[in-house]
């Protein structure tokens, strides 16, 4: 995913004529970090990710958009966002994952 998202915030920043310098600066996210999320190499968490798709006139969605049939991905999103918000999570909020998980419907 990494890479699909750095392509489209790499389009966008061409379709709007638009340097990382100065996405950077309309985001308030650090340059270094914008030039981390455009070569793929960090994922930008979700309050700096709705900064980019504000200052790039797009939606989230559209910035995390995937490739049909892509499980490995997915696999290594949910795995990031749960290891980043697991300590903030309360017991319900992980019987509840943890439920979602084990549900063979």
Partial sequence: MERSMANRITELLSTK???????AQASGITESAISHYIKGDRIPRGVNLIKI???????????????E???????????????????KMTKAEK?????ILIDEK
């Fill in 17 to 23: 004529s638009m340097t990382q310098k100065e996405l």
């Fill in 53 to 67: 798709a504000e200052a790039l006139d797009t939606t989230v969605d559209y910035l995390l958009k995937q490739e």
């Fill in 95 to 99: 019987m509840e994952l943890f439920s």
């Fill in 69 to 87: 049939n892509d499980k490995d991905t997915d696999m290594k999103v949910v795995k990031t966002l749960i290891a980043r918000n697991a300590e």
